[in-house]
């Protein structure tokens, strides 16, 4: 407890926030800019566009196949990012970090891959009620063309996994278990080690979903014991369309390419084609260099903070703003499980999200409505959306009370 007060007095908001010019700006004229928006994508710091930058101005060239300087040296950067994104998810090899465009790229990956090897007619692969469309419809359009199937594990009403359901359905015609380690939409933290573990009892693989636990959670994927990772570099501070996929070697061995095309080949004949080593065998054609490099930046500056740092001020905004939340007549929390990160969503009495999201929005606070992409879990929970606040390692207490003024002034229009 001592420790933590320390890392919360030690840690330097406003120093922070001046990495972010973004953040310095007012909206519709007069109001300042309360970014709460961050589970949808972050904002980038200096040091990640200057980076970016940087690498245009002086370093570019296309990677991997050149002999002459520029190439070598932007290939030894965006290897040295590859390196960086390896630590960052203490992967054993650097060979089992893929580059990808984010967390849906590498998802639809392992879909098409695996699933095109490994799935028969009558399989299942397990997914959560809480799952974002992009660790379901992937699993959807693969099972379709097999004919196997899509089945949802149950979660109770606070927002949690059902354990005992989960257990219960893991059998010899489950194939894959897909989860997200923090729900975009609830913010629960599922227990995915467990899972894991149980999984494997069964001889089954695990995708664990982590565009939402990279930004605030340290990542062990040894720890874990997962067979896939999957994370998206714009919610980690890092550019748009980079992410990372973490696979075991054993699997990025066993599956046949996503797609075809330069890079991702030894030899090609007509007669017969054989692939590349890792991970180059999953990375057809140009990619996104400066954004990978970039990348690795965002993975140095959120190292320089320090994930447990950042961790724990963003608790302190989660409940500093909960408890004053629930002090408004008709606040309704969607997502209260006992392991949470930083998101709250909620509904006010039968006040269309929309309606407080369009009112919150005019004073300047940028918040989600809507399904967040979860739309069996608003099934689920028998709501047509939600208002969705999420926090980043920039936001202050103050902000959490301009939203708060944003609540009251929703109720008193629409309550
Ligand atoms: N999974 C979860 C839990 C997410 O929150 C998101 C983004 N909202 C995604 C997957 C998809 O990430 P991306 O759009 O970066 O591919």
């Not at 006040?351 to 608003?378: F, S």
């Amino acid at each position: 407890m001592e420790d933590a007060v320390l890392i919360h007095e030690s840690y330097d908001v406003d120093r922070l926030r001046e990495d972010f010019p973004v953040l310095e700006q007012t909206v519709y004229g007069k109001y300042p800019l309360v970014y709460l928006d961050n589970g949808a994508s972050s904002q980038k710091p200096k040091q990640v566009v200057e980076t970016m930058e940087k690498y245009y101005y002086h370093h570019h060239a296309n990677i991997h196949r050149g002999v002459h300087y520029l190439s070598q040296e932007a290939t030894t950067q965006y290897e040295v990012a590859r390196d960086k994104a390896r630590d960052f998810m203490n992967a054993p090899h650097s060979r089992e970090v893929l580059f990808t465009k984010g967390t849906t790229d590498g998802i639809n990956l392992v879909a098409y891959s695996y699933g095109r090897k490994y799935l028969q007619e009558g399989d299942v692969v397990l997914v959560s009620t809480m799952e974002h469309h992009s660790n379901i419809v992937p699993w959807q359009i693969v099972c379709e063309e097999i004919g196997a199937k899509v089945v949802p594990i149950p979660i109770n009403e606070a927002g949690e996994i059902d354990q005992e359901a989960y257990a219960s359905m893991l059998g010899p015609k489950v194939r894959m278990v897909a989860v997200n380690h923090v729900s975009n939409t609830l913010g629960t933290i599922n227990p995915v080690k467990d899972m894991i573990a149980l999984a494997h009892q069964h001889g089954i693989p695990v995708l664990v979903d982590g565009a939402q636990s990279a930004p605030h959670l340290t990542i062990d994927v040894q720890d874990l014991d997962c067979d896939f990772y999957a994370i998206s570099g714009h919610k980690m501070y890092g550019p748009t369309g980079t992410g990372i996929l973490y696979g075991k070697e054993k699997w990025l061995d066993a599956i046949p390419p996503y797609q075809g095309g330069g890079e991702m080949i030894q030899t090609v004949t007509f007669e017969k084609t054989t692939y590349n080593e890792l991970p180059h065998k999953f990375e057809a054609g140009t990619p996104n260099i400066a954004g990978g490099i970039a990348l690795g930046a965002a993975i140095d500056y959120l190292n320089s903070i320090g994930l447990d740092r950042i961790a724990a001020h963003e608790n302190d905004l989660l409940e500093y703003t909960t408890k004053a939340l629930l002090e408004v007549e008709g606040m309704r929390i969607i997502g209260t499980a006992a392991n949470k990160a930083s998101v709250i969503s909620f509904l006010i009495g039968d006040i269309h999200p929309y309606d407080a999201g369009t009112i919150l929005d005019k004073m300047g606070i940028a918040v989600r409505t809507g399904h967040h992409c979860t739309e069996p879990l608003m099934n689920r929970f028998e709501i047509p959306g939600t208002v969705r606040a999420s926090f980043g390692l920039y936001n202050t207490r103050a902000e959490a009370d301009r939203l708060l003024e944003g609540v009251h002034k929703v109720v008193q229009l629409f309550g």
